[in-house]
């Protein structure tokens, strides 16, 4: 990417951020983002609404309200019913509906394997601009969904997961991170620092935050909330390919202590689909948040660690 010289830029792609964010006037900025990809369930309407809470979560990790959206759609026309795609736009509408925003249109192209997402804006008073670079050393983090989507979705694909777990982790990816994101946007002047948990896992995830702020982390495992059901299959072995590849590329960066139960690093690693957004709150805040996201309704509130000065490295304690 050539170096970005528009000053109205406030987000550029530098800092690995959730979304880009650009000042229209000195009361609003601009905030976009834009995700889709392949099936990760098997229900077309339920692959539009996680694919949708997926792309829209990027709003939520800027302390952004998005406000209208686009389609994004490959779809194989010639072997597929087009029922199927309107399916997916279905379920993608609905949880652009819960989030009260409108999709405007789109663009399709004719492509061999269905992918489907949308491209977001939000909104986001200047001054209010949540990054994901910003934590102080002694910061608690909290994270608001559990882990383990990535598990489930490969256990689906391997036919090994059950109707009720196919519903659980389908009811979690759908589940949008309004209600979290509300919180925090509310709490913006105590909140340094602020992404969503997806691709790279938690552990891929926390090191871009420790990166941009310079700092280190310790993790306490047994706080952090995972889904039983992923558990039970990271015990299997039933871990796709590009978690295996996370855990890979981050461990030269972590310090994993000697009695952690087995699979919990990489389980750490998991790659997530909409997953939850992590944040990091200066202690002194941490409890009137984590009380306030837990009215709210977020599928969770949790402290699962702390930064700390020093290297840039993870300490995962059991």
């Known amino acids: ?67 209208i959206a686009l389609n994004l759609v490959a779809f194989p026309s010639r072997e597929l019913p087009m029922d199927l795609l309107g399916e997916i736009l279905l379920g993608g509408a609905s949880v652009a509906a819960e989030a009260g925003i409108p999709i405007l249109g789109g663009h399709s192209i004719d492509d061999p394997e269905p992918k489907y997402g949308l491209v977001v804006v939000g909104t986001v008073h200047p001054d209010a601009v949540l990054k994901n670079s910003g ?4 910061d608690v983090l909290i994270l608001t969904k559990p882990l383990g989507s990535g598990i489930l979705t490969t256990a689906i694909k391997r036919q090994l997961a059950s109707a009720e777990e196919i519903e659980e982790v389908t009811t979690l990816m759908a589940t949008l991170n309004k209600a979290a994101g509300e919180v925090f946007a509310t709490h913006h002047a105590h909140v340094n620092a602020l992404t969503d948990v997806t691709g790279f896992g938690l552990l891929g995830h926390l090191l871009e935050m420790l990166e941009g702020a310079g700092l280190g982390a310790e993790l306490s ?13 990271a015990d299997q072995g039933v871990i796709a390919g590009g ?12 310090d994993f202590a000697e009695d952690l139960p087995p699979m919990t690093a990489q389980i750490l690693a998991d790659a997530q689909t909409s997953g939850g957004l992590l944040a990091a709150v200066p202690e002194i805040h941490a409890d009137a948040i984590l009380a306030d996201l837990n009215a709210a309704g977020a599928p969770c509130a949790v402290r699962i660690g702390q930064l700390k000065a020093g290297a840039v490295r993870i300490s995962l304690q059991a």
Not at 223 to 229: M, N, S, T, W
């Open 135 to 138: 934590g102080q050393p002694g």
């Open 1 to 67: 990417m050539p170096a970005i010289t528009d000053d109205r830029v406030l987000v550029g792609p530098e800092t690995r951020d959730d979304g880009g964010v650009y000042l229209l006037n000195e009361s609003t900025a601009l905030v976009l983002t834009t995700d889709f990809f392949t099936p990760v369930v098997d229900d077309a309407r339920d692959f539009g609404r996680v694919a949708a809470a997926n792309a829209i979560s990027d709003i939520y990790a800027c302390g952004a309200k998005p406000i």
């Open 243 to 254: 978690s295996e590849a996370n855990l890979k590329a981050v461990a030269e960066q972590c």
């Open 221 to 233: 495992a047994s706080a952090i909330p995972v889904l039983d059901a992923a558990r039970r299959f």
